[in-house]
């Protein structure tokens, strides 16, 4: 069947190191994915999408991976603050019934501590 | 520019009515997508509409219905609640009829309690 897993342990560091977050999929073939942010209470919101013809992708301090070989995404925000606490969420989109449904998984919560 | 907007923001229901939920998209947008999201999970595809008509549909039983207006609002109906639709409702647009590579824009959802 097919999956997405994400940490769902919470990810705790201190401020100014680099937080990894990691998605990893099975049987899918996705043609891109997508990577959000969700705070408490709100709606998500669209940070990057990288597509499964491109190896990274970057925008400011933020900067995604995809391998379609190993099944796998990174997200990585350098020189972290405070203030990216949230829980970050990939979303596969893959091909079904002639269009792309998008899939989510549950998300990895990061803390970051001052 | 106003973004996704939802309503009502909370609303509690018991088991056997039905429920309305109303999403005004982000201005130029033309789709819009519903998804439900359980505490502790992923938000779930529920249905997309464009051009007023749902285009696709993820695993969701006959209960769940939606349209579509001429303004590209949208609503989400469903009927005879069940424990289980507790839950953040949570509505999307996008762009251009939602294509492959469209980011989508989400507001910040109607919280469903059923008692």
């Known amino acids: 069947s097919q999956k997405i897993e994400q940490n769902s342990e919470a990810l705790n560091i201190q401020e100014g190191k680099t937080a990894t977050l990691t998605c990893n999929y099975t049987?899918?073939?996705?043609?891109?994915l997508q990577w959000y942010r969700q705070d408490p209470g709100r709606g998500p919101v669209f940070l990057l999408l990288?597509?499964?013809?491109?190896k990274e992708k970057r925008k400011e301090r933020l900067k995604v991976t995809f391998d379609t070989t190993l099944k796998q995404s990174l997200f990585h925000i350098t020189a972290s603050q405070p203030a990216d606490s949230a829980t970050y969420l990939c979303a596969l989109n893959a091909l079904s019934g002639g269009s792309y449904i998008p899939t989510f998984g549950r998300g990895t919560s990061l803390i970051v501590h001052p | 520019d106003a973004g996704v907007t939802q309503s009502p923001t909370h609303l509690i229901k018991t088991r056997g009515q039905q429920v309305t939920l109303r999403c005004s998209p982000k201005s130029g947008h033309d789709t819009v997508s519903w998804y439900q999201q359980a505490l502790g999970q992923g938000p779930q595809f529920i249905f997309q509409y464009y051009e007023e008509e749902e285009r696709q549909r993820g695993n969701f039983p006959d209960r769940f219905s939606g349209h579509q207006f001429p303004n590209y609002s949208s609503e989400l109906n469903v009927n005879a609640l069940l424990l289980g639709d507790s839950a953040l409702y949570l509505c999307?647009?996008?762009?251009?009829?939602?294509?492959?590579?469209?980011?989508?824009?989400f507001g910040d959802g109607t919280r469903l309690s059923i008692l």
């Open positions: 999307a647009s996008s762009l251009a009829g939602g294509g492959s590579n469209q980011p989508q824009h």
């Open positions: 049987n899918y073939s996705p043609a891109y």
């Open positions: 990288i597509r499964e013809n491109e």
